[in-house]
């Protein structure tokens, strides 16, 4: 029918973007301080240049699950709240990543670290987060709080995981996908299962949300949307002593491998020699197909709700997320 076709090539960005109007306005008034310098740092990453990623999705589900409750194709102030909120959390764990990986840039720019050094880069992540724990706590639904601290928790232990490693290989590969859950998908999981919470009375529908976040896993996407220019995140990536779903596909082609990995690629040649590896053997594409497994998995809890252009937004969001660039 001529509606279902038309709700097919929805653009989920231009979809949520009414929503998302003055973002980054909001999550600025939220960050009220009295010191400058502070300010001006907290300010740094959300200049409004990003993608909005994750707020797009959390706003979009937000629309579907009312949608799909009783007809609404409003997002609640809640709901939009979640979005600043899950938006808030995401920038703050990439500032405390960049000073454990000490990075010197991101998204083009140069990292918080960088330019006002470690100490503060640590206690500016810290404040963007107790801003984020205010906007929470001011929803006053204790459920939500829950469930959205569950994510600053799932951070903190994905980066523990991400500096440990596992001798056997069964385990390593349990131990990275539970890192890859905890430091990215968490994040988009409990943002989703939030807003269906405050959209929608039915327990299913908060575990459609949920497990559609769930399997939105961007971390393979290190790997599969650069398969041509391999080079790139593969090289920064185990320069930090990071083994990846391409790296740990490789390695059991190339079972050489496996002491470079619990060295964490740390004796000179081995970010070269791994890198050797990973191209002669089939990691990216056995990730591309792991990447995809989760991804029909996303549009088929997705597929439970009530049909709506945000739905299928939401589905054709699965499909950017295989191809798209970091």
Same mark, same amino acid.
């Given at each position: ?6 709700e097919k090539?929805q653009? @989920?960005?231009?979809l949520?973007?009414?929503d ?8 600025? &008034? *939220?960050?009220l301080v009295?010191?400058a310098?502070?300010k001006e740092?907290?300010d ?10 994750r @707020? ?5 589900m937000?629309?579907?699950c009312?949608?799909?409750?009783n007809n609404?194709r ?6 939009r ?6 938006e808030m959390i995401h920038?703050?764990?990439l500032?405390?990543?960049?000073v454990i990986?000490?990075a010197?840039s991101?998204?083009g720019k ?5 330019i006002?050094?470690e100490r503060?880069a ?5 404040f ?7 906007a929470?706590a001011r929803?006053?639904n204790?459920t939500i709080?829950?469930v959205?601290t569950q994510v600053? *928790? ?7 995981l991400?500096?440990g490693?596992?001798e056997n290989e069964n385990e390593?590969?349990a ?5 890859t ?6 994040l988009?999981?409990?943002?989703c299962?939030?807003v269906s ?5 039915? @327990?299913?529908?908060?575990e459609?949300?949920y ?10 996407l290190d790997?599969?949307?650069?398969a041509?220019?391999l080079?790139?995140?593969?090289a920064?990536?185990?320069?930090l002593?990071?083994?990846?779903? @391409?790296v740990?596909f ?7 491998m496996?002491?470079?990995i619990?060295?964490r690629?740390?004796k000179?040649?081995d970010?070269?020699?791994?890198r050797k590896?990973v191209?002669?053997?089939d990691?990216?594409?056995?990730t591309t ?11 088929r809890e997705i597929? &439970?709700?009530?049909p709506?252009?945000e739905r299928?937004?939401l589905i054709?969001?699965?499909e950017?997320?295989?191809v798209?660039d970091k």
């Open positions: 029918s001529k509606t279902v076709s038309d090539y653009d @989920p960005f231009q949520g973007r009414k998302l109007k003055n973002l980054y306005e909001d999550i600025k &008034k *939220e960050l009295s010191t310098e502070l740092m907290c740094y990453y959300f200049d409004g240049k990003g993608k909005a990623f @707020p797009m999705i959390v706003v979009l937000a629309r579907a009312n949608i799909h409750h609404s409003e997002v609640q102030a809640s709901q709240s979640v979005a600043i909120i899950a920038t703050a764990s500032v405390h990543d960049d990986d000490d010197n991101r998204r140069m990292t918080v670290n960088q006002w050094g503060k640590v206690l500016a992540g810290d963007i987060l107790s801003a984020a724990s205010v929470l929803i006053g204790t709080i829950s959205l600053i *928790e799932d951070l903190v232990c994905g980066e523990f991400q500096l490693s596992k390593r590969f131990h990275y996908l539970e890192k859950f905890k430091k990215t998908a968490s988009i999981a409990n943002s299962k939030a919470i405050l959209g929608c009375p039915d @327990p299913k529908v908060h459609i949300a497990q559609y976040g769930k399997n939105l896993i961007d971390d393979v790997f599969t949307s650069c041509d220019h080079g790139k995140p593969t920064a990536d185990l320069k002593g990071l083994a990846t779903g @391409p740990l490789a390695c059991r082609q190339f079972p050489e496996n002491a470079m619990m060295r690629f740390s000179p040649g970010v070269e020699r791994a590896y191209l002669q053997s990691g990216v594409q056995q197909y792991l990447a995809q497994r989760y991804c029909h998995e996303a549009t597929s &439970k709700l009530r709506s252009p299928e937004a054709q969001l699965t950017m997320v295989l798209r």
